[in-house]
């Protein structure tokens, strides 16, 4: 295969990624696909090697569990909205799988910044595999980012800051392309 080949490739799955909602509630992902899209996430960027990434997987029953410790900690956070409470209660259950990614700090304010760039980096690699394997995705940033009770159920370290909750599924329908803005590029020289 040609350089220019591998680049159409890997250029039509990143053209093809869509953020969707539109899945297929009654049909389960099978477990090692999911572990298969998951293991995707460590082959991102990660500066001085570090290895900042944590991952939950949550299915059936348990994605209700899910949202009501995100809307616990919302709750105990000081949140007093109960319509945005009782949102993050239920919307877990909008997939047949979520997944929870997050990091875990560096020792300076530079590392842990370097360490949620990995996390997000990892989070494309899982979203491009999703895509791959015909699934529809959708990264939602957390409620909360470091909810205790959300954290415990994760089975993350205390300190672990969420970056991405991904819901993934088999697609019910397709999504329509959004236009997307020209980028600038500046050459020099």
Same mark, same amino acid.
């Given at each position: 295969?040609?350089?220019?080949?591998?680049?159409?490739?890997?250029?039509?799955?990143?053209?093809?990624? $869509? &953020?969707?909602?539109?899945? +297929?509630?009654?049909? !389960?992902?099978?477990?090692? %696909?999911?572990?298969?899209?998951? =293991?995707?996430?460590?082959?991102?960027?990660?500066?001085?090697?570090?290895?900042?990434?944590?991952?939950?997987?949550?299915?059936?029953?348990?994605?209700?569990?899910?949202?009501?410790?995100?809307?616990?900690?919302?709750?105990?956070?000081?949140?007093?909205?109960?319509?945005?409470?009782?949102?993050?209660?239920?919307?877990?259950?909008?997939?047949?799988?979520?997944?929870?990614?997050?990091?875990?700090?560096?020792?300076?304010?530079? $590392? &842990?910044?370097?360490?949620? +760039?990995?996390?997000? !980096?990892?989070?494309?690699? %899982?979203?491009?595999?999703?895509? =791959?394997?015909?699934?529809?995705?959708?990264?939602?940033?957390?409620?909360?980012?470091?909810?205790?009770?959300?954290?415990?159920?994760?089975?993350?370290?205390?300190?672990?800051?969420?970056?991405?909750?991904?819901?993934?599924?088999?697609?019910?329908?397709?999504?329509?392309?959004?236009?997307?803005?020209?980028?600038?590029?500046?050459?020099?020289?």
């Amino acid at each position: 295969m040609s350089a220019n080949e591998s680049l159409d490739g890997i250029e039509a799955l990143i053209r093809r990624r $869509r &953020t969707s909602l539109l899945i +297929d509630l009654t049909r !389960a992902v099978d477990r090692a %696909l999911v572990d298969r899209l998951c =293991a995707l996430i460590p082959w991102a960027p990660n500066h001085k090697r570090t290895w900042p990434w944590q991952v939950a997987v949550f299915s059936g029953d348990s994605r209700v569990d899910l949202g009501n410790a995100f809307g616990d900690d919302q709750a105990e956070s000081g949140e007093t909205d109960l319509v945005r409470i009782e949102k993050s209660r239920r919307k877990y259950t909008r997939s047949p799988v979520c997944i929870v990614v997050g990091f875990t700090p560096g020792e300076s304010a530079e $590392r &842990t910044g370097e360490n949620r +760039d990995a996390a997000a !980096a990892g989070v494309q690699n %899982l979203l491009l595999g999703a895509t =791959a394997a015909g699934l529809a995705n959708f990264w939602s940033t957390p409620p909360g980012r470091r909810g205790p009770r959300t954290l415990a159920l994760c089975g993350f370290p205390a300190d672990t800051e969420l970056v991405a909750v991904v819901y993934l599924g088999w697609p019910s329908s397709e999504v329509e392309v959004p236009e997307r803005p020209a980028l600038p590029i500046n050459h020099r020289g």
